[in-house]
């Protein structure tokens, strides 16, 4: 009868310790969504290019550029500037003269 209670309670640590892992790891993937590569559809780009690109005086070539970019690697990095080693294939995508293509 004790070894049973032993199990049990054993079970119910378990059990307790799984669930917390698996909220971590939501709440993380919930924080890194459309930020990281890959998180995106590619319908969710617009909105994201359209935030990227709001602080800049050249928002034409800005949001042709970023929805290239997000097509292509499917994340739009955080904010309107910098940020870009959250997304690799965001920044490591160069022009033929070796600048950024992304912005």
Do not use: D
Not at 7 to 17: A, D, E, G, Q
Not at 57 to 77: I, S
């Amino acid at each position: 009868m004790g070894s049973k209670l032993i199990l049990f309670l054993y079970l119910i640590f378990v059990v307790t310790l799984l669930g917390q892992n698996q909220a971590a790891a939501f709440e993380t993937h919930q924080w890194e969504y459309g930020v990281s590569e890959g998180s995106l559809r590619p319908q969710e780009c617009a909105p994201r290019c359209s935030n990227r690109c709001s602080q800049t005086a050249y928002k034409k070539p800005c949001l042709f550029f970023c929805q290239k970019c997000c097509a292509k690697c499917l994340c739009v990095p955080a904010g309107t500037y910098g940020n870009k080693q959250t997304c690799p294939c965001y920044n490591n995508w160069k022009t033929k003269r070796g600048g950024p293509k992304c912005p």
